[in-house]
Every structure is written in C-alpha cells, then in structure tokens.
Nanobody, 121 residues
Framework: VQLQAFGGGLVQAGGSLRLSCAAS????????VGWFRQAPGKEREFVAA??????NTHYADSVKGRFTFSRDNNKAYLQMDSLKPEDTAVYYC?????????????????WGQGTQVTVSS
C-alpha cells in the first residue's frame, strides 16, 4: 500500500481543514490507519488512529473534540475544526497491517509523505 496525504494549507485560527490520505496500489482493508504530525524541532506525535477492524478510534487529548477521523477502504480523512496555531505541523498518515491503531509511531510500517498545515494566529 502506497500512501499519499494531501489537503494541507494555510488557515486562520478557528478555521477548518480536511486532510485526506489515499491508498494507491491497495486498500486499507485489514490495516490500522494513523495520523501523526511533526512540528519543527519536535518529535513526531500521535494525532488519531483507527484500528484495522475500523471499530476502534482514538485521539490525542490535544485534538479530542476538534478533530474527526473517518475512513473507508481506500481513503482516510481527518476533519480538523477549531484549529489552533499549535496545530501547525506536517501531518502524516501511516498504516499497520492488522494493527490495533496504537499511538506509537514505531508500530506503523508504511508512511506517506506529509502535508503541511499552518495555522496563523
């Protein structure tokens, strides 16, 4: 499965963006899908994840109530509302075959190129 994340951009604080992650040469069937982000000078951090079965979703505390993660067999979506300047980062999607959808980046073995999200104050 090859991944590509897109939909980033520049938005004012309080605004919204919708990121998409597309799977080419395959589907998300039987894969956990995670979203992570990395700001300059910081480590990659967990944002949200879906388990491989699609029945379990969890979010980082910092985005809970503002971000919504959805998926189908070919795409994953991250709806980001009420954006804050601290959400500024490069956002990545990643997959883990029959994974539980954990928050640990090392559990994900397939990563797409990121998409830049910039939130101005």
């Amino acid at each position: 499965v090859q991944l590509q994340a897109f939909g980033g951009g520049l938005v004012q604080a309080g605004g919204s963006l919708r990121l998409s992650c597309a799977a080419s040469r395959g589907t998300f069937y039987n894969y956990a899908v995670g979203w992570f982000r990395q700001a300059p000078g910081k480590e990659r951090e967990f944002v949200a994840a879906f388990s491989w079965s699609g029945t379990n979703t969890h979010y980082a505390d910092s985005v809970k109530g503002r971000f919504t993660f959805s998926r189908d067999n070919n795409k994953a979506y991250l709806q980001m509302d009420s954006l804050k300047p601290e959400d500024t980062a490069v956002y990545y999607c990643a997959t883990d075959f029959v994974g539980a959808g954990t928050s640990a980046p090392h559990n994900y073995h397939n990563w797409g190129q990121g998409t830049q999200v910039t939130v101005s104050s």
